[in-house]
């Protein structure tokens, strides 16, 4: 079954104890009472995954571009809905790639927006004429722009596992119709702003997901990561030409490179995939930082 080829590797950090690793984030809570109450420490690593596996090469810096790009989008999008992020200082060791964050009580729902067609919803689309249950009209292609941006969620799955597209009824009958609603007009509200921002800036937002969570007094929270390379597609605006599969802010160096002859890999092995070469990973790198300066240093 996919999932890590190897364990991952945490740091010991003092006065916080290691509580679970994903694919990327670890995940610490701290040793005894915090100043700033019920809090856990989020730490981006350099990991990287692809097919749903984590590979066993890291992405020098990602972490740090991951978590500074988090932090400046929460910032763009907090009149909308508070985040979890708490001002409280991380353990130098992890400086810069990590967050004290609230810790909340997580819907069990990925909160998918799309704004274009592509990826699994081009599949479903070609398939039945419809994305998570939603009909869109005929003739879109891969990379067309929708009339307006859908809610598609997800159900969360563990790591290794593919998360599951599911219609609007699935999440009521998960969490509820008022929550669902809330949650499906947050995401979209939150696609729409970052939408305009990236826009401004050359870059198409096609897509991106949200994880919310409720704190202590009840009120919804959005907390993880938000609109990275890693959670969300972004296009160059000038290259963008529906039809084909777009150029991407993204990890598709490694995608293209895991799935070519070169690779010698097999994606639907149970087979852990090989090490990257040094040229996807400089490659990589390099589009997760074009990124974040055209995002967030202009």
Same mark, same amino acid.
């Given at each position: 079954?996919?999932?890590?080829?190897?364990?991952?590797?945490?740091?010991?950090l003092? *006065?916080? +104890?290691?509580?679970?690793?994903?694919?990327?984030?670890?995940?610490?809570?701290? @040793? /005894? =009472? &915090?100043?700033?109450?019920?809090?856990?420490?989020?730490?981006?690593?350099?990991?990287?995954?692809?097919?749903?596996?984590?590979?066993?090469?890291?992405?020098?810096?990602?972490?740090?571009?991951?978590?500074?790009?988090?932090?400046?989008?929460?910032?763009?999008?907090?009149?909308?809905?508070?985040?979890?992020?708490?001002?409280?200082?991380?353990?130098?060791?992890?400086?810069?790639?990590?967050?004290?964050?609230?810790?909340?009580?997580?819907?069990?729902v990925?909160?998918?927006?799309?704004?274009?067609?592509?990826?699994?919803?081009?599949?479903?689309?070609?398939?039945?004429?419809?994305?998570?249950?939603?009909?869109?009209?005929?003739?879109?292609?891969? *990379?067309? +722009?929708?009339?307006?941006?859908?809610?598609?969620?997800?159900?969360?799955?563990? @790591? /290794? =596992? &593919?998360?599951?597209?599911?219609?609007?009824?699935?999440?009521?009958?998960?969490?509820?119709?008022?929550?669902?609603?809330?949650?499906?007009?947050?995401?979209?509200?939150?696609?729409?702003r970052?939408?305009?921002?990236?826009?401004?800036?050359?870059?198409i937002?096609?897509?991106?997901?949200?994880?919310?969570?409720?704190d202590g007094?009840?009120?919804?929270?959005?907390?993880?990561?938000?609109?990275?390379?890693?959670?969300?597609?972004?296009?160059?605006?000038?290259?963008w030409?529906?039809?084909?599969?777009?150029?991407?802010?993204?990890?598709?160096?490694?995608?293209?490179?895991l799935?070519?002859?070169?690779?010698g890999?097999?994606?639907?092995?149970?087979?852990?995939?090989?090490?990257?070469?040094d040229?996807?990973?400089?490659?990589?790198?390099?589009?997760?930082?074009?990124?974040?300066?055209?995002?967030?240093?202009?």
């Amino acid at each position: 079954m996919p999932g890590h080829a190897t364990p991952p590797q945490h740091l010991e950090l003092e *006065g916080w +104890r290691h509580v679970y690793s994903g694919k990327v984030r670890d995940l610490y809570e701290p @040793v /005894g =009472e &915090h100043p700033r109450g019920d809090v856990v420490l989020v730490v981006a690593s350099d990991r990287i995954s692809a097919y749903d596996w984590v590979l066993p090469t890291e992405i020098p810096g990602k972490g740090g571009i991951l978590t500074g790009l988090s932090l400046w989008w929460f910032d763009q999008v907090v009149d909308i809905v508070a985040n979890h992020t708490v001002e409280a200082p991380v353990p130098a060791e992890v400086e810069g790639r990590a967050m004290v964050c609230k810790r909340l009580d997580m819907f069990p729902v990925e909160c998918v927006a799309r704004g274009y067609l592509t990826g699994s919803g081009l599949v479903e689309y070609n398939e039945s004429g419809t994305v998570c249950g939603i009909p869109l009209p005929p003739g879109l292609v891969d *990379g067309s +722009r929708l009339p307006k941006p859908i809610f598609t969620p997800a159900t969360k799955a563990e @790591v /290794g =596992e &593919h998360d599951e597209n599911v219609d609007f009824d699935a999440v009521v009958a998960l969490i509820g119709l008022e929550d669902a609603t809330a949650l499906r007009d947050l995401t979209l509200a939150l696609y729409t702003r970052a939408h305009e921002i990236a826009a401004a800036k050359g870059i198409i937002l096609a897509d991106t997901k949200f994880e919310f969570g409720r704190d202590g007094s009840g009120a919804i929270i959005l907390g993880d990561e938000v609109l990275t390379p890693d959670s969300s597609r972004f296009w160059p605006a000038d290259e963008w030409e529906p039809g084909h599969a777009q150029p991407s802010y993204d990890k598709q160096f490694v995608r293209d490179w895991l799935t070519s002859p070169e690779s010698g890999w097999d994606k639907k092995s149970d087979v852990p995939p090989p090490a990257l070469p040094d040229e996807v990973v400089e490659r990589t790198r390099g589009r997760y930082l074009e990124a974040f300066d055209r995002l967030a240093k202009h």
